[in-house]
């Protein structure tokens, strides 16, 4: 990978429809001819370029890197974002393809990645601004959650192949930096990417910033994701990740991959919903929120635990793939593994509400609420919900517990 591509060009409307036109196999999908195409743009993200093709058979969704921030052109960035997508859905596609895309086409040189069209899908976070959704939706992100890092963790593979893959996705470290930098790190100090409006949020800012345990709980926060592989991880899955109909969700936007700690994805994931719940208009939403993460929770450590115990079953104990003598057998030890998760889930959750208020990267939910002191409120009461994610984990041994706070603490 390298930004030195001299034949790499940013694609408008009319030059993906060209390029479409180029792959035969991907042309057939659409079928027809190039005129009766329609190529619309329709980036939602802060960092690429993406467009939906369609024709009388199908379409695609055509994704192409830039080498900026495509929200703010004077941040550089190498182009290989792309190629850490594709190669994500490499891995975790055959563990997981009703709930992500079919990778179609990956192109080194233009960064271009093509995958099934979603056209009849709503982003997760607009269905939740808009009001009721499945609430199993949180189920199908448990159960990918579980098989996605299941599959790609020591538990279910030879440490030679998982070794492989950190090695590759060790190589992400662009969109690592990212991560490490706007959400374990600025939000924790004055950092010119830090933004927020209102004045109301910034005691609350203060007091974030002087709790020595929030300090240190983060900065284990920011040392096990870099240093706990436990599992391949999506590294971004908040809730515009995420495509959903009633009755089908499906994960993109694998682009920030990399190893790490598994509680990341499931505090990414359960963050947002409380984000989502923080700025839900009325009681009914919230309790939906409250469903969800219950659910959510329940489905990844029955996941988990299922394709745990149908691996150890499937083999005799020199067969199986983590060494005899380290294998984790108890269920005693298999609940303290699951346990761990859960508290990196509260911490990370944490992280997530605090970036998604004050960092750079703010969220769209509050933007439903009616008026700004009603979002000022809000936001300071999430930020407050957050600080105890980091700083009172005792409170929260297990998921009730963690529920029955938020639920105290939206009232
Ligand atoms: C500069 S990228 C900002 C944020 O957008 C992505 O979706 C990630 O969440 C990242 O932190
Ligand atoms: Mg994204």
Redesign the pocket.
Known sequence: MTTQNTLYRTLDAQGVRTYVASLPAIAARLGGSVENWTVREVSD???NMVFLAEGPLGGVCVKQALPH?R??PS?K?PLDRTFFEAAYLREVFPHVPDLTTERLHFDPVQFILIVKSLSSHTVLRNALMLGPVNPQIATRIGQFVARSTFATSLLAAPFESVMDRRICFARNQT?TR??VD??LTDPYHDHPRNHWAEPELTPVVQAIRADAGVLARIDTLRLRFLSCPQALLHG?L?T??IMTTNDDTRVI?GE?ATYGPIGFDAG?FVGNLILSLFSARDAAAQSQQIHMIKLFWASFTEQFLALWATENASKDQAARYYPATQTIESEKEKNIFIENIFQDMIGYSGAEII?RII???HVSDFSALPDTPTQAARKKAALLFAKDCLDQTHLFRNCDDFLSHLTHYHG
Do not use: K, P, Q
């Open positions: 993200g802060n960092l921030v929200v703010d941040w960035m969109l990212i991560t706007l959400v971004d908040h515009g990740s936007d920030f990414l970036r960092g750079y990267a």
